[in-house]
């Protein structure tokens, strides 16, 4: 049943990537890639928390072919993807040019399906590649920014780096293993000598952190989603997200073994390091972006990187022996990745609709709401709050269980790790609310801003996609001691514990400590599932005081605005406004430039005393942009200008050059 299930999801992406080459019917081709979705997402829930046993495939090297296997945790992780993807693609991109976009859209889901089950280092990378390239498709296929080539080749140069570190680190594995199935990779990786080790787990983050957003990989999301839209955007912080950190999190909790004869997990400190790093440098500037996907996009990186420090605190617990601990860690980076998947694709997909309502991605108040339909407004609501950590949505509940483990860092022995515990707490509570101050920002100027332009309101589909992945991010909370036991198998092969029914008991939620459980006494607890009830009857209050209002109505006066008649456009709050406090204060990392040029009236003979506008620009500077990129992209051109000989035209130079090359394959066959 599950290969026919497979076999139909594969069929319905390859006649939309058919259909999408070809440019005929778009709107089946989308369809289509929306169904072979919700297929995938039937066979999810059919096989948790099982898994879906192995599938001999013919792809792969050699006759016996490659084995296609789901385990939970990839089943958890792609089907929150595939739960945003699915309304991305029946929408659509809001470009005029649909059939190369959906072309991109389905070789991203077979490329993501393929990383997420087939379980050989071969079959792996090409899956891989077609994910990357998936990507890269979509975005150039949509014309929806002034430059879209250079971003792109950035985003694929910088992926690449990754790929190659891939590249070495599984023929590192697969010689000490002496094979190439993932299944032999944790024995060979227990042979390696304990530097390798490093190195291998090194590459693995480096090959993986390129698609996640690691520093400096990060520096490719703002300009690659800025040149592609919201259902773009929804894709690459979904399902291709989801699916870098499934690769990751096998490659350290599953291949990486523990040296008990180490005091403290050296792997394990250097990834929460680079990992709390990246989330606060990337929180800082989603702070600063002044566009929707700009903005979405750096605070997937912060995401990302949030899931991978979850990581790293399990490599330390577990080099302790604190299994309980361990699994809690790796756990809530599972259900902090399944709610930011379906609320940054609600809200990636709020920035398609304001785009279709009013042109442009600009966080600039125009008082969409409005003029939307509540459901709209509701689920963009629920997408900010959960990204924002406010109660009760699915972000608030993950967070709060990251911070609850990262308390429980005085359960390390060493004195290193403890204090990267407690380090690390420090930097994600700045990030917390850098991404709270975010998403107001988002949710206030971008939604909620008065406006007395006249766009058109936002369009009944986009309405319907946002609302219903707002009412999922909902569910997701709500549920969530019903939605833990889709992992507990996973988590009790693992690490040999079973925590995840001591994460909750009843409706409350836990942090599983490894003690006995009793509620006057755990260490916290809270219930999304009672608060939804609660807090209903709390707004009693307000609603009373706005009906009290009615009755008695309070004096109104206009707000004085220097004795003339007020503008609300000019009085309006800008992005720039709301951030400038953080950029000043933290100016020794944005490095704010501001320049500002007068076009003088033609009548001025060019005296300043008459201009005619005045032109205000600013900008964050990038950190390792000019300081890492530029130079190797100078060294790229400067070696490029020196091999353009090879493509000087003349004939005689390629023989010679066939003939060099026979006589290098000649003596490398005699050796």
Do not use: C
Request: no cysteine.
């Amino acid at each position: 049943m599950s290969h026919d299930l497979l076999i139909t999801a594969l069929a319905a992406w390859i006649v939309a990537a058919v259909l999408g080459l070809t440019g005929y019917a778009p709107r089946i081709a989308r369809a289509l890639l929306g169904v072979g979705g919700i297929v995938v997402i039937v066979l999810i829930m059919m096989h948790l928390p099982q898994g879906v046993p192995p599938i001999q495939t013919v792809l792969g090297i050699g006759p016996a072919g490659s084995v296609f296997q789901l385990s939970p945790d990839a089943l958890w992780l792609m089907g929150f993807g595939l739960a945003a993807a699915i309304p991305a693609s029946w929408l659509g991109t809001p470009s005029p040019r649909q059939g190369t976009w959906i072309f991109g859209a389905a070789a991203t889901l077979i490329g993501a399906i393929g990383v997420f089950g087939l379980q050989d280092a071969v079959g792996f990378l090409v899956a891989w590649e077609i994910m990357s390239l998936g990507g890269g498709i979509m975005i150039l296929g949509e014309d929806l920014a002034s430059e879209k080539g250079r971003p792109v080749l950035f985003m694929l140069a910088l992926l690449e780096t990754g790929a190659v570190a891939l590249v070495l680190a599984f023929i590192l594995l697969a010689a000490h293993a002496g094979s190439l199935s993932f299944g032999d990779f944790a024995a060979g990786m227990r042979t390696m000598p304990h530097a390798t080790q490093l190195f291998v787990g090194l590459l693995l983050l480096i090959g993986f952190g390129a698609k996640l957003g690691l520093l400096p990989f990060y520096e490719w999301f703002p300009g690659a989603y800025g040149a592609g839209s919201g259902a773009t955007g929804a894709f690459l912080s979904g399902i291709v997200l989801n699916a870098a950190f499934f690769g990751l999190s096998r490659g350290l909790v599953g291949w990486l073994p523990v040296d008990h004869a180490l005091p403290i997990s050296i792997a394990g400190i250097f990834v929460v390091a680079i990992a709390v790093l990246s989330a606060i440098l990337t929180a800082l500037y989603a702070f600063q972006q002044e566009a929707w996907r700009e903005l979405l996009s750096l605070s997937s990186a912060e995401n990302g990187s949030i899931a991978i420090s979850l990581v790293g605190a399990a490599l330390m617990f577990r080099q302790d022996g604190l299994m309980n601990l361990a699994a809690l860690a790796w756990t809530v980076a599972l259900l902090h990745l399944a709610g930011h998947a379906l609320a940054k694709g609600s809200m990636f997909l709020a920035a398609d609709g304001v785009y279709r309502a009013t042109g442009d991605y600009r966080l600039v108040q125009r008082g969409i709401l409005r003029r939307s339909t509540w459901l709209f407004g509701l689920g963009a609501l629920f997408g900010a709050m959960s990204l924002a950590a406010m109660p009760p949505q699915a972000g608030f509940v993950s967070e709060w269980y990251l911070f609850q483990t990262l308390f429980q860092g005085f359960h390390l022995g060493s004195l290193g790790s403890r204090l990267t515990a407690a380090l690390a707490g420090a930097g994600l509570a700045l990030t917390v609310a850098v991404a709270f101050a975010t998403f107001l920002k988002v949710f206030g100027i971008g939604l909620l801003g008065r406006s007395d332009r006249k766009d058109r309101p936002v369009p009944v589909t986009n309405a319907l996609g946002v609302g219903f992945l707002g009412l999922l991010v909902l569910a997701l909370a709500v549920g969530m001691p019903v939605w833990l036991s889709a992992l507990a198998s996973v988590v009790a092969t693992e690490f040999g514990t079973a925590t995840i029914q001591a994460m909750h008991v009843g409706p409350l939620l836990v942090p599983a400590t490894g003690a006995p459980i009793r509620v006057p006494d755990t260490f916290a607890f809270i219930s999304p599932s009672l608060l939804v009830i609660v807090m209903p009857l709390l707004a009693i209050i307000p609603a009373s005081m706005l009906l009290l209002s009615r009755r008695f109505p309070a004096r109104q006066a206009p707000v004085w605005y220097g004795g003339r008649d007020q503008d609300p456009a000019r009085a309006a709050t800008t992005a720039l406004t709301f951030s400038n406090a953080l950029r000043t204060f933290y100016s020794f990392i944005y490095r704010p430039t501001e320049e500002t040029a007068h076009e003088l009236a033609h009548e001025s003979n060019g005296q300043r005393y008459f201009v005619k506008r005045l032109m205000f620009t600013h900008d964050v500077a990038p950190i390792f942009g000019p300081y890492l990129f530029a130079p190797l992209e100078n060294v790229v051109i400067t070696i490029a200008a020196k091999l353009r000989i090879i493509q000087s035209g003349h004939l005689n130079f390629y023989l010679s050059l066939i003939g060099a090359l026979l006589v290098v394959i000649l003596l490398i066959a005699l050796l």
